[in-house]
């Protein structure tokens, strides 16, 4: 009839979708085939999550209490002196006088104690807990840049692999500040990559306070980006980000009083002797061969053979290893593996992925970034 109208079927057309310099790429929602999250398959995320959310938090928070039970026992045990005198800045305290200017946990210590006025060795513990608990968490979101929800939601265990190995097995050092650097590293690489900026900067600023290694994620954000962002943009972000890092490292040092210890002595010499010792199997050259090859669960061994293939930005980010380890060379100490805390993340991803790969966990819509492979 004349009124009647064609009611066929069109096919289906993408819409095209104009990006700024610094959005990634996001998946077309129309798409079902490009879109995980709209599979109506048992792995979706309609599927198993849905009823293993629950159990997935209940078990990384078993995991937390578990974790950290074990790093305070293997340890070498702080006397209740200790944690008042690195809470409250005591001068009797300190093994390190750089150690006043890593202010996140001492305040935040202090700030508890003022309030409830707890037993300051369960505190530090429950920090500890606490640190665990929010890097598993963050490190699902993480891999979930990688790899399907159900896949992120079990493999993000796999992080405290590395940590009792790095934390406990091959160390005997407790410092407070530890676990939440590495927190704050798997936080900061993941807004890197979703180009979170308003969660990002602050990420930044408690990892400043908490320990000077933060840099390491500008370092991060530049290998990752370049090319990958307007060169203007890019710049001005580096700019706030080395304003913001250096703003808070002089803040510090203003508010701890003592400038003494502002420049860090080296410990080139102290380095190259272990290092000769390794060398020459003298001393403790031997035990830190093996430290060396236990460091990270053993697990950078495989990185050799899972980096063909890997996304375009877990490939950069390994980068950051060479000039995280000169700076421990030049200002830290090279055979503690604890110190390599905040390259956990960066070791452990692109393993976590390549197993999910041969299980078929990888995500078939990745940003802009990663759709393509170098």
Same mark, same amino acid.
């Given at each position: 009839?004349?009124?009647?109208?064609?009611?066929?079927?069109?096919?289906?057309?993408?819409?095209?979708?104009?990006?700024?310099?610094?959005?990634?790429?996001?998946?077309?929602?129309?798409?079902?085939?490009?879109?995980?999250?709209?599979?109506?398959?048992?792995?979706?995320?309609?599927?198993?999550?849905?009823?293993?959310?629950?159990?997935?938090?209940?078990?990384?928070?078993?995991?937390?209490?578990?974790?950290?039970?074990?790093?305070?026992?293997?340890?070498?045990?702080?006397?209740?002196?200790?944690?008042?005198?690195?809470?409250?800045?005591?001068?009797?305290?300190?093994?390190?006088?750089?150690?006043?200017?890593?202010?996140?946990?001492?305040?935040?210590?202090?700030?508890?104690?003022?309030?409830?006025?707890?037993?300051?060795?369960?505190?530090?513990?429950?920090?500890?807990?606490?640190?665990?608990?929010?890097?598993?968490?963050?490190?699902?979101?993480?891999?979930?840049?990688?790899?399907?929800?159900?896949?992120?939601?079990?493999?993000?265990?796999?992080?405290?692999?590395?940590?009792?190995?790095?934390?406990?097995?091959?160390?005997?050092?407790?410092?407070?500040?530890?676990?939440?650097?590495?927190?704050?590293?798997?936080?900061?690489?993941?807004?890197?990559?979703?180009?979170?900026?308003?969660?990002?900067?602050?990420?930044? @600023? $408690?990892?400043?306070?908490? !320990?000077?290694?933060?840099? +390491? &994620?500008?370092?991060?954000? =530049? #290998?990752?980006?370049?090319?990958?962002?307007?060169?203007?943009?890019?710049?001005?972000?580096?700019?706030?980000?080395?304003?913001?890092?250096?703003?808070?490292?002089?803040?510090?040092?203003?508010?701890?009083?003592?400038?003494?210890?502002?420049?860090?002595?080296?410990?080139?010499?102290?380095?190259?002797?272990?290092?000769?010792?390794?060398?020459?199997?003298?001393?403790?050259?031997?035990?830190?061969?093996?430290?060396?090859?236990?460091?990270?669960?053993?697990?950078?061994? @495989? $990185?050799?053979?899972?980096? !063909?293939?890997?996304?375009? +930005? &877990?490939?950069?980010?390994? =980068? #950051?290893?060479?000039?995280?380890?000169?700076?421990?060379?030049?200002?830290?100490?090279?055979?503690?593996?604890?110190?390599?805390?905040?390259?956990?993340?960066?070791?452990?991803?692109?393993?976590?992925?390549?197993?999910?790969?041969?299980?078929?966990?990888?995500?078939?819509?990745?940003?802009?970034?990663?759709?393509?492979?170098?």
């Amino acid at each position: 009839m004349g009124g009647a109208q064609d009611n066929s079927a069109k096919p289906w057309k993408p819409k095209p979708v104009r990006l700024k310099d610094d959005e990634v790429t996001s998946v077309d929602q129309g798409c079902p085939s490009c879109n995980p999250s709209k599979d109506a398959g048992p792995d979706s995320r309609n599927g198993i999550l849905r009823f293993s959310g629950p159990c997935i938090l209940a078990l990384y928070l078993l995991l937390s209490v578990l974790f950290a039970n074990f790093y305070f026992q293997t340890t070498i045990e702080w006397t209740p002196d200790d944690f008042s005198a690195y809470t409250y800045s005591s001068e009797r305290y300190h093994w390190n006088p750089v150690f006043r200017f890593r202010v996140l946990v001492p305040l935040l210590a202090r700030g508890v104690d003022c309030v409830l006025g707890v037993n300051l060795q369960w505190m530090y513990q429950a920090l500890a807990g606490l640190c665990v608990f929010g890097s598993l968490i963050a490190y699902r979101r993480y891999l979930s840049n990688f790899l399907r929800a159900d896949f992120s939601s079990i493999l993000s265990v796999a992080i405290v692999y590395p940590m009792l190995w790095n934390f406990c097995l091959l160390n005997k050092i407790y410092f407070p500040f530890d676990l939440p650097g590495l927190l704050f590293f798997v936080m900061g690489c993941h807004f890197i990559y979703r180009r979170n900026w308003g969660a990002y900067y602050p990420t930044l @600023a $408690l990892a400043t306070l908490n !320990r000077e290694t933060s840099c +390491f &994620l500008m370092f991060i954000f =530049l #290998v990752c980006l370049y090319r990958k962002m307007a060169a203007r943009r890019l710049v001005w972000h580096l700019l706030a980000q080395t304003a913001l890092w250096i703003s808070l490292r002089c803040l510090v040092f203003l508010i701890v009083g003592d400038y003494s210890e502002v420049l860090p002595k080296l410990t080139i010499a102290f380095n190259a002797r272990v290092i000769l010792d390794m060398l020459t199997l003298r001393g403790n050259g031997l035990k830190d061969w093996v430290k060396l090859g236990l460091a990270f669960g053993g697990i950078w061994w @495989a $990185l050799p053979r899972v980096i !063909r293939g890997q996304p375009v +930005f &877990l490939k950069r980010c390994l =980068l #950051v290893v060479v000039p995280f380890v000169i700076a421990v060379g030049l200002k830290g100490v090279v055979d503690e593996v604890r110190v390599y805390a905040e390259l956990i993340p960066i070791v452990l991803t692109p393993v976590v992925v390549a197993v999910a790969a041969e299980l078929g966990g990888t995500r078939s819509g990745l940003s802009a970034d990663d759709r393509g492979r170098e």
